[in-house]
């Protein structure tokens, strides 16, 4: 059929749907007449340039009109969809605004044949929401482009397999309560359709009784549509509710976290409080030196000042007298320069000499890793009388008497492991010696 006369058949349907828009530019009817504007144009122009230079074998001036051809051509090629007039090009044009348009209306108001055209499109929209309650699930959905196309496709038949869509769905598949509102939703409009349907074939049967028949179907069909808000109010405000509830679970969940966190810094203040070092003397020290607990698989939990020297004395003997047979002991050691290193053992500075030890480590506060002893490499610790804390066989670290009057204790690279290009426990290179501002023995 032309589209002219397609036009002219289905123009009350069109000027219904138009009154429904917000802008009139995207009337078919407007489109339509854009088109016959197009082909007189067209025709002008060929009358007007095309024809007589062809007559006259003007081919360099039919090559100048090119310009105006493609504009022309492209145009057509815009409006090309309405070769194909029906039901999918009026669906193209007013799917936007098919909700807005209740069945009493077009009952009201157009003839049989485009109150069907009508009851496609809104069919093609209860398909669009059985799909998407379909979404990622097995379930075949009917290829409604070809029903919406197919002049031979009744609308009983396009009802019938949106019904048989719906009951696989309700039967074979276990829906959200979400879903099941959208599908009393489907539900809704079908039985509306169906109404409909039932409705058009009494009033073929039956037109002596039209009136008292239409007022009843006009009611049905209103309360119908009235469910039907009912039921999209009720979805909208369980969504509503569900987002709240959401909402009030993450911020519970939110609050949960700031509370252990909060937890978390109050033990590790606690901690730090009990802890009372004079070398690790801020919050920062102290969470690095829990870090490096932590590396070693042995959180601290505990801390006891064995030995200060500052309190104490430096002296050998007197780091004996309050370290000898305590087991898992902390030496901190801070040197005039601010350095601040030491090293754990579980072994105890009990004056048997050298001693074996898989769980030792030295650290150096500036270092974000422990440096772990070397299996096989000799010995961990050195228990002797006649030093204070030793690491390593070389030494790693040892401590000499009056440490803080003198020289003596260095670092030096043998039993444990340093990475990042360092060698030794103060971060540079072979045998470094320094002197003592400060040293702290705790057990852990």
């Not at 060929?46 to 001036?61: D, M, P, T």
């Amino acid at each position: 059929m032309k589209v002219s006369d397609w036009m002219d058949t289905h123009e009350s349907l069109v000027q219904l749907l138009d009154s429904f828009l917000t802008n009139g530019e995207e009337s078919l009817r407007i489109i339509f007449d854009q088109l016959k504007e197009l082909h007189a144009k067209i025709e002008a122009f060929y009358q007007e340039h095309v024809s007589e230079n062809s007559a006259k074998g003007g081919i360099i001036r039919l090559q100048q009109l090119n310009p105006s051809l493609i504009a022309f051509r492209e145009r057509l090629v815009s409006l090309d969809f309405l070769k194909n007039i029906g039901p999918a090009v009026l669906w193209r044009a007013y799917s936007e605004i098919l909700h807005l348009v209740s069945h009493q209306q077009v009952l009201e108001k157009l003839s049989q044949e485009n109150f069907e055209i009508f009851l496609k499109m809104k069919l093609y929209r209860v398909q669009l929401s059985l799909n998407e309650v379909a979404r990622d699930r097995q379930i075949v959905t009917s290829n409604f482009k070809e029903f919406l196309e197919n002049p031979d496709m009744t609308i009983g038949q396009i009802n019938a397999s949106l019904q048989h869509q719906l009951q696989l769905i309700t039967q074979k598949v276990d829906v959200s309560a979400l879903d099941v509102l959208k599908i009393d939703g489907i539900r809704s409009d079908l039985d509306a359709i169906g109404v409909s349907l039932m409705f058009t074939g009494l009033q073929k049967e039956f037109r002596a009784l039209k009136s008292e028949v239409l007022e009843n179907q006009k009611a049905k069909i209103s309360q119908l549509e009235l469910s039907n808000r009912e039921l999209q109010e009720k979805m909208q405000q369980q969504l509503e509710e569900y987002k709240l509830a959401l909402d009030q679970k993450v911020e519970e969940i939110n609050q949960e976290l700031q509370n252990q966190k909060a937890l978390k810094q109050k033990k590790e203040d606690d901690r730090f409080k009990c802890f009372s070092s004079l070398i690790i003397d801020d919050i920062e020290k102290f969470k690095k030196m829990s870090s490096f607990f932590d590396q070693a698989g042995r959180p601290l939990k505990y801390s006891s000042l064995l030995y200060r020297g500052s309190v104490d004395t430096f002296r050998v003997s007197a780091f004996h007298t309050k370290c000898d047979y305590k087991s898992n002991t902390l030496s901190i050691i801070k040197t005039t320069e601010g350095k601040i290193m030491g090293g754990f053992t579980t072994q105890t500075w009990d004056h048997s000499g050298e001693k074996q030890d898989n769980q030792a480590w030295l650290f150096n506060i500036d270092a974000p890793t422990i440096f772990r002893f070397k299996q096989g490499s000799g010995q961990a610790i050195g228990a002797l009388s006649s030093y204070g804390p030793a690491f390593g066989s070389g030494y790693d670290l040892i401590i000499y008497d009056n440490c803080n009057s003198n020289c003596n204790s260095y670092v030096s690279g043998s039993s444990y492991e340093y990475s990042g290009g360092v060698g030794n426990l103060l971060l540079t290179q072979g045998q470094v010696k320094f002197r003592v501002k400060e040293i702290e023995v705790y057990q852990v």
